[in-house]
């Protein structure tokens, strides 16, 4: 079997020098990078002792967007499908939990207060299931993840794809925004919603609180990385970038691409949700701003800077651009657009690979493979 151009059904070779290695070596080539890995880990799990609380929170947003960045990873990376939609169903989460937060802090019979202030008398009959935590944590999942099933079986079963995809899904962010907005009764407007106090039974704002829903995120950022990278090694990943790379071909060999596509689409859709849930607990907010077709257009972005076909470039970059984008829109409001207009065009002139293709490139140079030596391990 051939993988990045080296026969591994062979012989195992050492990252640095190619040559076969011994079973000493090879358990020390990939216990280094583990125990990198690992120490990355847990100094990111110690976090809230090393930066501010106001660092901590913006790190926790932004660990959550990259549980949407990876979940693009397997969408357009290894699948080849580029959605500019990806902020409807990080919507769909974040409303979900949102919703539940607004009537988990009400009495009996009372009703949320932007609805009061539209003249409703009575909650909206598709508010009421989400009175039950456990209707709104499914709700964060299966909501997103039904819509994209649908969505994407109707589409990819026609044969659409490309460019006619990626503006059907922008579509379809323009529209979900736009429905948002003109529900102003039932929805909270351009506005959304916001103020919560609460969730499941948790008060928010403490500590206490911030301190442990970080740690959740970190870990589901962890175990989404691992869960994914074993699902883009086994058969179906490899079956989904031969379908990326080839689809007639994978026809003419039997396979049907369709229901590979739908479930790396439904995939990238239950992770959006839940990073739409997980970014509403820390910025206290949801509202169609973060859903509509700027915001998903600046998801993409945050992957193709950091490399589509690596789920730790998606996340190095999701943290890069919004990093930036938190300093430079502080300083320059007006100038974050155009900042991300030009670094979005510079990555795809000149770094196509994003981040983590600059290190592939880096490492493959002489000084690079040295560097890589003293990291990884091996002899030259």
Known sequence: MKEDGMDMGMRKETPLSGGPVTGGMARAAIGRPMALWLALVALAALAPWLVSAYELNLLARFLAMALLAMGLVLVWGQGGVLSLGQGVFFGLGGYAIAMHMKLAALGDGDLPDFMVWSGLDALPWWWVPFKSPLVALLGVVLVPGALAALFSWAVFRRRVGGVYFALITQALAL????????????????????????????????????????????????????????????????????????????????????????????????????????????????????????????????????????????????????????????????????????????????????????????????WGKRLKSLVVGGSK
């Open 175 to 366: 529209a979900f925004a736009t429905l948002l907005i003109s529900q102003q009764p039932s929805t909270g407007g351009f506005n959304g919603l916001t103020d919560f106090q609460t969730v499941m039974g948790v008060e928010l704002g403490t500590p206490a609180a911030n301190h442990g829903l970080y740690w959740l995120t970190l870990a589901l950022v962890v175990g989404v990385f691992v869960a994914l990278r074993a699902l883009m090694a086994s058969r179906y990943g490899t079956l989904l970038r031969a379908i990326r790379d080839g689809e007639n071909r994978i026809r003419f060999l039997g396979y049907d691409p369709t229901p590979f596509k739908v479930v790396a689409f439904t995939i990238g859709a239950v992770l959006a949700g839940l990073a739409g849930a997980l970014f509403t607990l820390h910025a206290g907010v949801v509202s169609p701003a973060l859903v509509g077709v700027v915001p998903s257009i600046e998801m993409v972005i945050w992957v193709a800077v950091g490399g589509r076909n690596s789920l730790a470039g998606a996340v190095a970059g999701t943290l890069a651009v919004n990093l930036a984008k938190d300093g430079v829109s502080s300083a320059f409001p007006d100038l974050w657009l155009y900042a991300l207009g030009l670094v979005f065009v510079l990555v795809v002139t000149l770094l196509p690979g994003g981040l983590a293709g600059l290190v592939a490139d880096t490492t493959a140079t002489p």
